[in-house]
């Protein structure tokens, strides 16, 4: 009787440390998700920064200086610049208004602020996950002795 019961408790076993394993698998599928997630909301941040740096240049520039605009990688078009003043932003819907630079620099701003508050949301979601995944490696040692 005995050795049955502990066949039962053996089983019991195997089958909690391959649940475990298996959350353990979640969770690191959920943390790389999250750091992707975290590259890809900096990698918006610092371009978005780039732009108001770019901003700030382009208002020192005197209408009628010629440019090169990139459009590509290593692709650039010579252009004049005719207002350095205002800019045009998509406010959706294929619809473009006149904003002054100061006030596209305060939009670009807002949008980094927001994206500055989900990599901080990101960053609490990463260290929730690796708190749970340690709680359970805990329980994995303790099932397995070790």
Do not use: W
């Not at 590259?39 to 108001?52: G, H, K, L, P, S």
């Amino acid at each position: 009787m005995a050795k049955k019961e502990m066949k039962e408790e053996d089983g019991a076993s195997a089958k909690e440390m391959q649940q475990r394993y298996l959350e353990l698998q979640l969770y690191d599928q959920q943390m790389r998700q999250a750091q992707q997630q975290m590259q890809a909301v900096e990698q918006q941040t610092m371009e978005i920064e780039y732009v108001v740096q770019c901003l700030d240049e382009i208002m020192n520039v005197e209408a009628g200086t010629e440019l090169f605009i990139p459009i590509s990688s290593g692709i650039f078009l010579k252009a004049t610049l005719v207002d350095s003043k205002e800019a045009l932003v998509n406010v959706g819907g294929g619809t473009a208004v006149k904003k002054q630079i100061p006030e596209v620099k305060e939009l670009l701003r807002a949008q980094i602020h927001e994206l500055r508050r989900v990599q901080e949301e990101l960053a609490a979601k990463m260290e929730e996950i690796a708190r749970r995944a340690a709680v359970i490696e805990s329980d994995v040692r303790k099932l397995t002795g070790i």
